[in-house]
């Protein structure tokens, strides 16, 4: 399992929308989004645990999927970065 970034966009108008179907499709979804709604930037991110990047996006509710991002995203330790830097 990877884990990917996920950046979900909505319109102003469709704020609530966007929201209530998160919440309808997955309670536990929503609960690990950010959202940058109350900022004016209507938006949520989470990061998710899946096996590919359309496995991340199968995440989503159906109609958020066709507008979201999806990024792998990793960790470094010290101890990648000492070796990076050797490379």
């Known amino acids: 399992m990877a884990k990917y970034l996920i950046e979900?966009?909505?319109t102003n108008q469709g704020?609530?929308?966007a929201l209530d179907e998160m919440l309808v499709n997955d309670p536990k979804l929503l609960?690990?989004?950010?959202w940058?709604?109350?900022a004016g930037y209507h938006t949520g991110w989470a990061i998710?645990?899946?096996e590919n990047e359309a496995g991340a996006r199968a995440?989503?509710?159906i109609s958020l999927r066709s507008q979201a991002r999806i990024f792998?995203?990793?960790e470094f330790t010290p101890e990648d970065i000492r070796l990076?830097?050797?490379k």
Do not use: M, R, T, Y
Request: proline letters at 8%.
């Open 31 to 34: 609960a690990k989004f950010n």
């Open 59 to 61: 995440i989503l509710p």
């Open 8 to 10: 979900s966009p909505h």
């Open 15 to 17: 704020c609530l929308e």
């Open 84 to 86: 990076k830097h050797q």
């Open 48 to 50: 998710v645990e899946a």
């Open 36 to 38: 940058g709604c109350s």
């Open 72 to 74: 792998v995203v990793d």
